[in-house]
Every structure is written in structure tokens, then in C-alpha cells.
């Protein structure tokens, strides 16, 4: 079972920052936060990932507690082609990816 | 940059029949894992394979099996074909656990398999 609980459903305006939360309350201390998007029915997409620090890349930043038991991951400045379901998995590195249910994000104009 | 490479993109087969699946892993990554997504589901992981080595096992069917070639391309056979079958099948690779400092696994555009 995912490890992970996520927001069902979230909205955003174009050209606004999107953060979209995720709670990991029995996250291990060797596991990693990982974040796919998947676009209409495309191969998921690799987004992000971290162990205990924020992470940023060109894509998206990642916000990890001091605690480690729930993360953020923010698009700095959403368009309509981040509509997609935003999927937050904790697990080993090297290991099967689990997913839930993940956050539907509708970005509009 | 390269991608992971499946084919067929879509098959459509009859039940009782038989399907192969081919995933080509990026250059240098040598641990596949494969996924299947029903309508309206998630992504369900089935199968991985590291050094030609099955590494790890899903909820993959007895109906299904699967194998990691020499150059690293991955097959998935499938079996006995039913209707529930009917899904996406993503192939996904990375470098190998140990070796780099992140793992993060690259998905193919998947196969679209219909069961009739």
C-alpha cells in the first residue's frame, strides 16, 4: 500500500505558484520523497526527489519538514500543460515504485 | 536525450491468446521495472529485473512472466489473455542501486494492450 496521502483534487490560475502537499507520517529513515506527474494516460514523469533537504531543479522546488513526515512540492509558475496527476511516493532508492492515488492539478487560464 | 523505447505502442488481441511486450531500457541503464495501469487506475507495479536478475516481484499473474536479455531490453509475456488484462503496460528504467547518487526511474510511453 502507498505510504502517502494526497489532496484528491487541486486548482491553480495560470502563471501562479501551485504547492501541493503530501503527508508521510511513517516515512524510514533510508527512504526518499519522490514526485511523477502523469499527463493524460502518457508515461509517468520524474519530477523531484529528496532525502532530508529542500530540492530544486528547472522543473519544481521540493519542501521536506524537519521532521521529514510530510513535503511540498511547489511549481514555481503553473501553465496549462502542468494539468496532470501529481503523484508524491515514498520508498528505497532502487526499489518499486507504490503509487496511490495522487493529486489531480487543473491549471487555468 | 534518449528514452525508454516500447513496442508495440498498441496491440489488440482476443482472449486466450498470447502477447509479448518490449521495452528498451535508456543507454547504460540496466534495472527495469514494469508497470501496469488499468482504466481508470493507478500505475501498479508488476515485475523489475537488475543484471538480467529478476530483483524484486508485484502483483504480477502466474499468467505473466517476464525477462531481462543480455543488452539490457526487457520482454513481458503474457498468457491466457483475459479481458482484465486490458490496460496500459509501462516500462520504466534506472541506473543501477548503488552506483549513482539518485534512482530515479524513466518511464516508456507504455503499450496500449487490448483484450477482446
Known amino acids: 500500500d502507498a505510504k502517502t496521502t494526497q489532496p484528491p483534487s487541486m486548482d491553480c490560475a495560470e502563471g501562479r505558484a501551485a504547492n501541493l502537499p503530501c503527508n508521510h507520517s511513517t516515512i524510514s529513515g533510508n527512504e526518499y520523497v519522490y514526485w511523477y506527474r502523469q499527463i493524460h494516460s502518457q508515461g509517468p514523469q520524474y519530477i523531484i526527489h529528496?532525502?532530508?533537504n529542500n530540492e530544486t531543479n528547472e522543473m519544481a522546488s521540493l519542501i521536506i519538514t524537519e521532521d521529514r513526515k510530510s513535503s511540498t512540492l511547489i511549481l514555481p509558475h503553473a501553465t496549462l500543460r502542468d494539468t496532470a496527476v501529481y503523484y508524491c511516493i515514498v520508498n528505497q532508492a532502487g526499489t518499486a515504485l507504490i503509487f496511490g492515488k495522487g493529486t489531480t492539478l487543473s491549471v487555468s487560464s | 536525450a534518449a528514452g525508454v523505447i516500447q513496442s508495440p505502442r498498441h496491440l489488440i488481441k482476443e482472449k486466450r491468446e498470447t502477447a509479448t511486450l518490449k521495452c528498451y531500457p535508456i543507454p547504460r541503464h540496466d534495472t527495469v521495472y514494469w508497470y501496469q495501469q488499468g482504466p481508470g487506475q493507478d500505475p501498479q507495479f508488476l515485475i523489475s529485473?537488475?543484471?538480467?536478475?529478476?530483483?524484486d516481484k508485484g502483483s504480477i499473474p502466474d499468467r505473466f512472466s517476464a525477462q531481462q536479455f543480455s543488452d539490457y531490453h526487457s520482454e513481458l509475456n503474457m498468457s491466457s489473455l483475459e479481458l482484465g488484462d486490458s490496460a496500459l503496460y509501462f516500462c520504466?528504467?534506472?541506473?543501477?542501486?548503488?552506483?549513482?547518487?539518485?534512482?530515479?526511474?524513466?518511464f516508456g510511453p507504455g503499450t496500449r494492450l487490448t483484450v477482446t
Open positions: 529485473f537488475y543484471e538480467k536478475m529478476q530483483s
Open positions: 520504466a528504467s534506472s541506473l543501477t542501486p548503488g552506483l549513482a547518487a539518485s534512482y530515479e526511474q524513466y
Open positions: 529528496g532525502l532530508k
